[in-house]
């Protein structure tokens, strides 16, 4: 008998912040568990276990990228071959971000982000690659001068908002809308304020910006301003001056 019983209440294990009762109440101890090496290790693959290694991806995270300084990260398809006029585009993209003094944040895989990395460390930039752990493998593309692996793609996410001034998004798919709308959904959150949106490539964009005005806009879930969220352009001209007044209106607010 316990002494939670003997006090006519259920028997009871404090465990840091959980409270085991009942059933899930356990006599072993914390120390006990890691100082017995019998048993199988398929412990490591426990809810608990993956926590300290999320934990450990934002740290390792943090840590790399915290002195990276104005970034401005780069989206765009994997397929994208360097034939590409788009890769072309984001080789020289990539050249006038490091001109602007940005480092230049990708995926870290082939494609429009090798581009993007391509042009920063011709232009001798800093480089920055963010790859995720994927079923068929990428690897990251051989301009990467700071690269970091990522298993789970909340984290690196969070690492392409937190160390960027700006999103740059040439034609993708799944992966790159993905990255574009959770953008938008910060930006018109106002989870993240003075941030840019460009979409490169007015032909491929057309129709996402047409149903996105014609049809969440008519149908009233989105407001009208939201489209103004993003900037669709073949320019890159008009690129680095969406990212410049961004710039000065963060500096404007103090956030520079």
Do not use: C
């Amino acid at each position: 008998m316990t002494r939670h019983e003997e006090f006519g209440r259920p028997a009871e294990k404090y465990a840091g912040p959980v409270i085991k009762r009942g059933k899930q109440y356990d006599v072993t101890t914390t120390d006990q568990r890691l100082l017995d090496t019998a048993g199988p290790g398929d412990w490591v693959h426990t809810d608990p276990w993956r926590v300290l290694r999320i934990q450990a991806e934002f740290i390792e995270g943090f840590g790399a990228l915290a002195e990276l300084g104005p970034a401005i990260s780069v989206f765009g398809s994997a397929r994208t071959l360097p034939d590409d006029p788009y890769y072309q585009l984001a080789v020289d993209l990539g050249k006038r971000l490091v001109g602007a003094n940005y480092a230049v944040i990708t995926g870290g895989g082939p494609g429009i982000m090798e581009a993007a990395n391509k042009g920063a460390h011709e232009a001798g930039g800093t480089s920055v690659g963010l790859g995720i752990e994927l079923p068929f493998e990428q690897g990251i593309n051989a301009y990467v001068e700071l690269a970091v692996n990522f298993r789970y793609f909340f984290a690196r996410k969070t690492m392409f908002v937190k160390y960027a001034q700006g999103f740059v998004v040439f034609p993708g798919g799944y992966g790159t809308l993905d990255e574009l709308f959770e953008a938008m959904t910060l930006v018109q959150t106002h989870k993240v304020t003075a941030f840019p949106i460009i979409l490169v490539g007015v032909d491929y964009w057309k129709g996402l910006v047409d149903w996105l005005r014609d049809t969440l806009v008519v149908e009233k879930k989105i407001s009208a301003v939201d489209i103004d969220l993003l900037t669709v352009t073949d320019d890159l001209d008009e690129v680095m001056s969406v990212l410049a007044r961004a710039e000065e209106a963060r500096r404007a607010a103090g956030r520079g």
